[in-house]
């Protein structure tokens, strides 16, 4: 019989409703309901091929499966089921050399993330497996923790585990509404009976989307048709044999249950499944062997055996993707209504830190995992596209096994966003990246000629690289650039209550001046970084807050959450456009322009001001991201052209340029200023930071007291620091791990070339004690490379040029 009322609903009955579940009640949460439409698994869960491969590109992801990983043995003890575990460890192969490097930068970061890996020749790959062919294999990758789960047995291990914890499972139960009252969900119905609650978490799989929609919710999950195959009998357990992963084949197989080996692999050119509904249990389509055939074929080729055997069984049903390739986390716009979803064939490998991110999610307000790159407020409206979901997602499961280069921009379902000067990008030959939908100039092709000395980084760093870039840091170093902004977030926070409410949320003081702008972090109640961003007082009661271009619909959602119903808080992105003025000849460029008086008396850095701009009414704000003089200035977007236009003809006499992303990057690596996502997380505190001088103790705010607790115990563990590498040709991506004295003991979250400097740059988490001066050593594509821990800010720290 279904309950009148739960604390929380779970709608989906595979791993991962089944693990939330199971995590929510180990927190104390044991009034959940589980409903599934089917019997446990039959949804995309039990037809999984059960991969688990515990390196992952991103440290959190790779988190969760390690734990993942280590809940299986306690679900055994705690159940006395077999999750279906078996940890045969892994084989990943490489075949070109591209592959190769690939392989020795997952083994760099396997040592930052803590996972047993080594790089084997040939010879020592047979010994792993010696049904391989390894006559074209350059090296391997061997990672004992990997292996493979049977599907069922982890979801009835999981679904035993949340029963003996008092969470009710109900089957053969199909919700068919989620009521919504005042913006928040209020009940689940069923045919059955209605269930009131305040959560519910939909664990739906491949039907996500359409429970989303139950509630008015657009979620981007795109079910696209995966297929795998069973071999005929080898004539030996195949239990036993490792994971296999050749990614140059497009081909992944394992051994399982039966004698024969399952292969599976990611095709070129996919298939979506968009049902009108999802009421059919264990959904399976008609093998597609045409589609197979390359996956096949590069199957018998490595594994020579399999040449003399058929296919015994062809399991073809459909997965959850997503637009990114990365999971769907997190609260949806509807207060209480919960995603997991879009686990793009890895849900069983991650089903335990799914578990367990979610329900300290839900329970504390926040998980102990950085999870933005995970995040369902990383997508904003244009998501709600099904084509523009659709075609994102079938592009990046074309290219699955693809190498992944840093810089590489894809096309697919581009231009979507695009500011009021792109007409002027083409004309100055612009290199286009794009981030949440925006297109932006990473460089402009006409600079490409201004500094022809400039030297290309080694290896991946220089793969997507113009001389350009150093061109761009000199004319801004020299003279000015001219940088697109316009795709950065823009909230206008206003009412009665928006001082409270921001000063509340802020680490910064925001009680200043109107007029006035300050840099301040966001933080959680654990003293983590939420969102860095920027507040300009435009009035007594009304604010503009500007943060960066992925975080608008995150950093909106956490404001509003903590609002209260006297403040207003409106996206303001696409009604305005931002062009930065950033160089020594900013003021010389910008003051015959306006009738304003520019001087440093007048416009003193961190202020803001209206200013008519030629033509152009403005909100200029003197605040800088290269660490040179200079204004951000704001437009409404129907003047953003006529503005490039006019300064760049009042700029060109005294040697302005189009600049783009990568010298902003340069730029600020030189000057130490902090990138979110990767030197700011929602685990890392603005004291491990290196941003305490913008925290004030002296006033009460979300954080304070973690913070406080965090100084009384002498201050964190660990610190940002900057590093400079003794080789400047050699650039660091990110993720690299650090050693000091020979010991591994932090990472790298950025690096870059500072053109300026004439260094390579990299900034890292590294123990509290070690001090400026420390030799360390980074290792980079599996080799260490030493480098030395610096005073910051490499260049102009004494902020001359900044006040100039």
Known sequence: MLPATARVVVIGGGVAGCSIAYHLARL?????????????????????????????????????IMYSSGLYAELRERTGLDPGWRGVGGLRLATTAARVEELR??????????????????????DRLPLLNVADVRLAGWLPGDGWLEPAQLAEALAAGARSLGVRIVTGTRVTGISVSNGRVSAVETPVGRITTEVVVNAAGAAAGQVGLLAGVDLPIVPIKHQYVVSDTLGMPTMEL??????????????????????????????LFWPASMDQ???????????????????????????????????????????????????????????????????LAAAGGVGKVMAEWIVDGTPEYDVSTMDVRRFGGHAASRRWASTKAIDGYSRYYDVVYPGQEW??????????????????????????????????????????????????????????????????????GLFDQSSFAKLDVRGPGALALLNHLCANEIDRPVGSLVYTQLLNARGGIEADLTVTRLGEQHFRVVTSTACGVRDADWIRKHATDDVLVDDVTGAYGCLCLWGPAARDILQPLTDASLSNADFPFMRARRLTVGHVPVLAQRVTYVGELGWELYASTEYVLTLWDTLSAAGQPLGLRPAGYRAIDSMRLEKGYRVWGSDLTTDT??????????????????????????????????????????DPGTVCLGSEPVRVAGVACGRVTSGGFGYRVGASIAYAYLPAEVEVGTPVEVSVFDRWIPAVVRTEPLYDPKMLRVRA
């Open 28 to 64: 104390g949460w044991t009034d959940v309901v589980l409903v599934e439409q089917h019997e446990l698994t039959e949804g995309t869960t039990w037809h999984s091929a059960g991969f688990v491969g515990q390196l992952r590109s991103t440290i959190s992801q790779t988190r969760m």
């Open 105 to 126: 930068r997952q083994a760099s970061s396997a040592t930052t993330y803590g996972l047993d890996m080594d790089l084997l020749g040939p010879a020592e790959t047979v």
């Open 242 to 271: 490792p994971t296999v992963r050749d990614p140059d084949r497009i081909v992944y197989f394992r051994g399982g249950d039966e004698t024969g080996l399952l292969v599976g692999g990611y095709v070129r050119d996919p298939s």
């Open 281 to 347: 249990p264990r959904t399976l389509f008609e093998p597609d062997m045409p589609k197979f055939t390359e996956s096949w074929e590069n199957a018998r080729h490595r594994v020579p055996t399999l040449r003399d055997l058929g296919i015994a069984r062809v399991v073809h049903g459909p997965e959850a993707f997503t637009p990114d390739g990365e999971f769907l986390l997190g609260e949806t716009p509807v207060a209480g209504l919960w995603v997991a979803a879009g686990f793009c064939v890895h849900g």
């Open 411 to 480: 096309q697919a379902a581009r231009p979507l966003r695009r500011s009021a000067v792109w007409p002027r990008l083409g004309e100055l030959d612009a290199a286009l990246g794009e981030k949440a939908g925006w297109e932006r100039a990473n460089w402009f092709g006409v600079n490409a000629g201004l500094t022809p000395q400039a030297q290309r980084p080694k290896g991946w760093a220089g793969r997507y690289w113009s001389p350009a870039i150093a061109g761009e840091v000199a004319a801004t170093t020299s003279a000015a």
């Open 685 to 726: 505190d603005p004291f491990a930071a290196g941003l305490g001088s913008f925290v004030r103790l002296d006033k009460p705010f979300l954080g304070r007291d973690a913070l406080t607790a965090l100084r009384s115990a002498g201050g964190p563990s660990r610190v940002l620091r900057c590093l400079v590498l003794d």
